[in-house]
């Protein structure tokens, strides 16, 4: 399967030929923790042991490459366990790295209470302003940490020049993809150094399976992340892999359903009486909007909103929807609402990237428009 075939094409075929053996179209699940070996190292295929190395990790790991413009996949336990393998393999004590200043609020809790005990330091910047980024900038700059569109305030960094800023300062660049997917956005091909993924959301796509991704083109770094993932051994499992790549082969017509139903739901948003403001980046009034369609193809699937009555109609709206589910969590083929400050981002209550209490956030799902619709009309009274 080669880079000249399309997306589609790819998500379905890249890593997935068929068994050679029985002509399965569907790689199997390796449910196996070792392999035999031909004498002393003599190695089927590469596989020993499977934390190193699972056949049917490996089809995902090699479509997930593919589908993002890689050379190098890695399939993680989780988003977060991916996040964590990047730090340890490509930072030392004493670094020092640029972070949105409204990251999703794992990836701040990683930062600030796991990696500066061991000597990490970090800056919390406004990724839209470039000037801002520039400020930060210090000797011991080594990464800097773009999500796009953020988590949950949608806000839209401009990778391609962010990317010529930091390698001018000698730091590299890591690309939180999670919220576009691969399908909308390709971060390597527009300068970053690493993708990173919760592939629990979109690329999974369908709540039920938890996994993080890495891909990447250069070699010297996949040689770093390959050594830390075997030697830290958050790997994703045969059965997580087998779902994940199940998700993948429909990833594109889903992600077009979400954008579509999306962009109905924030049109109807941004005329409510009861709505103050809509965060998406596919309305003209977006201040990210022509950003984002440069480096993206549509605008996703994630809305957020601020509620005009305040914090309490915001949680109390949260409770009224009926096709909508509350639940943390995005990117599944049903429609999600929450509460950020209360839910999702409750780790960072009292810290710089607090959200507002008046926010709602909604992982738009593919079910019919119309049903979503009707369910914020009555939920929003």
């Known amino acids: ?80 366990a991916a996040e964590d393998t990047i730090l340890r393999a490509l930072l030392a004590p004493g670094d020092h790295v640029i972070i949105p200043d409204d990251a999703y609020g794992g990836t701040f809790r990683l930062f600030d209470k796991v990696a500066t005990r061991w000597g ?17 900038m210090c000797e011991g700059t080594k990464l800097v940490w773009i999500e796009t569109p953020t988590n949950p305030l949608l806000n839209i960094a401009d990778i391609e020049q962010i990317a010529e800023l930091a390698h001018r ?7 939180d993809n999670t919220f576009a997917s691969p399908y909308l956005q390709q971060p390597l091909a ?46 994703a499992g045969p059965f997580d892999a087998f779902l994940t790549l199940r998700g993948i082969r429909t990833l594109g017509v889903r992600m077009d359903r979400h954008c579509d139903n999306a962009e109905i739901l ?23 909007h022509d950003v984002a369609g440069k480096q993206m193809k549509r605008y ?32 599944g083929v049903e429609s999600l609402i929450e509460h950020p400050g209360r839910m999702t981002h409750a780790s960072v209550a009292g810290s710089a990237l607090e959200v507002p209490a008046d926010l709602v956030r909604l992982s738009v799902g593919i079910e019919d428009a119309d049903d979503l619709l009707a369910d914020l009309r009555q939920a929003l009274g």
Do not use: W
Not at 207 to 220: F, I, L
Not at 278 to 286: D, K
Not at 318 to 325: I, K, N, P, S, Y
């Open 1 to 80: 399967m080669h880079d000249g075939h399309g997306f589609s094409t790819r998500a379905i075929h890249a890593g997935q030929e068929p068994d050679p053996l029985t002509g399965a179209v569907v790689p199997p699940i390796y449910a196996t923790s070792t392999y035999k070996q031909d004498g002393v190292g003599g190695l089927r295929g590469g596989y020993e042991y499977s934390r190193s190395g699972n056949p049917t990790r490996t089809a995902l790991e090699t479509c997930l490459a593919s589908i993002e413009g890689g050379t190098h996949g890695f399939a993680f336990a989780s988003g977060l």
């Open 300 to 331: 996703g699937g994630m809305i957020s909103f601020r509620h005009k009555d305040g914090e309490q109609a915001a949680v109390d709206l949260c409770a009224r929807t009926e096709v909508f589910t509350l639940g943390e969590s995005l990117g």
């Open 266 to 288: 924030a049109e109807f948003l941004s005329g409510h009486a009861k709505v103050a403001e809509v965060r998406y980046p596919g309305l003209a009034g977006h201040p990210g």
């Open 169 to 175: 300062h000698g730091a590299l660049v890591v690309v």
């Open 120 to 136: 990490l330091r970090y800056t919390a910047a406004p990724l839209t302003d470039l000037a801002a980024v520039t400020a930060c």
């Open 190 to 235: 527009l300068g970053a150094d690493v993708v990173v993924h919760s592939t629990t959301k979109y690329i999974g796509g369908h709540s039920d399976v938890v996994g993080g991704a890495v891909v990447v083109r250069d070699e010297e770094l996949a040689e770093k992340i390959a050594f830390h993932h075997n030697a830290m051994g958050a790997v």
